[in-house]
């Protein structure tokens, strides 16, 4: 979804800029595509005579060369950032423009020995040494992408963790009311418990008689109807049967002689399971679960991330070497050693990317307990 069309955060782009940003973009990353095309051309191909090229000749390559740069460093820059304004609130865009900078400004200097190329001559060093620094704008832009949505989803899982469950979609129980009930003890209430089961049901229902929870026996007050029937019939004076489902949904009504419902009939456990997570008192309690899990999630992931940040550490230092030798090996260069040496980045960047890492990590972590918690309701 683009930022136009985005609800969150209440951003409007109005269309005429919107449209503005769009052809921006396409014509930033157009030249930029032919800068690189052009420079690409160069190292495996334009620039071989380099050196036996007179003095006059080389300073106009060098200065074309500089040109192409230059076009391949603005139109990523520009058309980056015009991305970044229209996807704003898509969440793969970012991590999309970070590793297309990474394989910009890494993968074609490691390519081009692989392929046995050489740099034998100023113009191929000066068109290598470009491409990692035309990778500069989009890797900041797609790195700022990234740590918004990181914080974004921190942000909407706290506020997850604060709100009641959406009820949006449930379809047994959906008109059902809310009731303030007394603090409990146990961390993880019953159906029994919640704000769901009225009072006047509680003493009769037979899962409450055994302490257990509805969705564990996969039958109560809001998918059998029978269930919510005893207990008016021994209520004196009646009471309006809210919470007991239309006839679409019930699918286990009763049949007694001379009943003109229809059949009963008999769920098996796939069936029973897939009731309850259409269930207002099932989401409810997944509602309660994720408010649990979610800050257990975050510390436990923190902590293991803390744990194991040496290896991190050292996994990016080795990669560097594998990365290394990897070169030498599968290069069709004639020498047994790597052309590419990798210039070690400093301890305190290190760590940074440990830290980038982690947060990453901590991101995901919260999407797969969201994805279980309210889309496989386990």
Not at 61 to 89: E, H, Y
Not at 218 to 226: F, M, N, V
Not at 274 to 280: D, L, S, T
Not at 304 to 322: D, E, H, N, R
């Amino acid at each position: 979804m683009s930022r136009e069309e985005s609800e969150e955060g209440g951003v409007y782009v109005p269309p005429i800029v919107f449209a503005l940003a769009n052809l921006t973009m396409t014509i930033s990353f157009v030249v930029a595509g032919l800068g690189f095309a052009y420079l690409l051309y160069g190292i495996f191909a334009g620039l071989s005579g380099f050196s036996s090229w007179d003095t006059a000749k080389q300073q106009v390559m060098l200065g074309i060369i500089a040109l192409a740069g230059k076009a391949m460093m603005i139109g990523l820059g520009i058309g980056s950032l015009c991305a970044a304004v229209i996807f704003w609130f898509e969440e793969i865009v970012g991590y999309v423009i970070l590793i297309s900078a990474g394989v910009l400004g890494l993968g074609i200097p490691f390519a081009f020995p692989m392929l046995g190329g050489e740099i034998a001559s100023k113009g191929v060093s000066n068109a290598l040494g470009v491409f990692p620094l035309a990778s500069i704008a989009p890797a900041i832009i797609g790195g700022i992408l990234v740590v918004r949505d990181v914080f974004a989803k921190f942000g909407r899982a706290i506020q997850r963790r604060g709100s009641d469950a959406d009820l949006s979609q449930v379809k047994l129980g959906a008109s059902a009311k809310r009731e303030q009930k007394p603090l409990r003890t146990s961390l993880l209430g019953k159906c029994w418990e919640g704000s769901y089961c009225r009072d006047w049901v509680r003493p009769h229902c037979p899962i409450y008689q055994r302490r257990d929870a509805c969705w564990r026996q996969r039958r109560g007050c809001y998918c059998e109807q029978e269930i919510v029937s005893a207990a008016a019939n021994k209520t004196q004076g009646g009471m309006q049967l809210e919470m007991a489902p239309s006839s679409q949904y019930n699918y286990a009504n009763p049949s007694a002689p001379g009943s003109t419902a229809p059949p009963k009939v008999i769920l098996n456990d796939s069936q029973k399971a897939e009731r309850c997570r259409n269930c207002v008192i099932y989401n409810d309690h997944q509602s309660e679960k994720y408010k649990i899990v979610m800050p257990l999630a975050i510390v436990a992931t923190v902590v293991l991330c803390a744990l194991i940040s040496p290896l991190m550490k050292q996994g990016i230092q080795g990669s560097f070497t594998l990365i290394e030798q990897t070169v030498a090996k599968v290069s069709f260069s004639s020498s047994s050693e790597s052309t590419v040496k990798l210039t070690r980045p400093p301890s305190t960047v290190e760590w940074g990317l440990v830290g980038a890492f982690s947060l990453m990590i901590v991101s995901k972590v919260l999407q797969i307990v969201e994805w279980c918690v309210f889309v496989k309701k386990i």
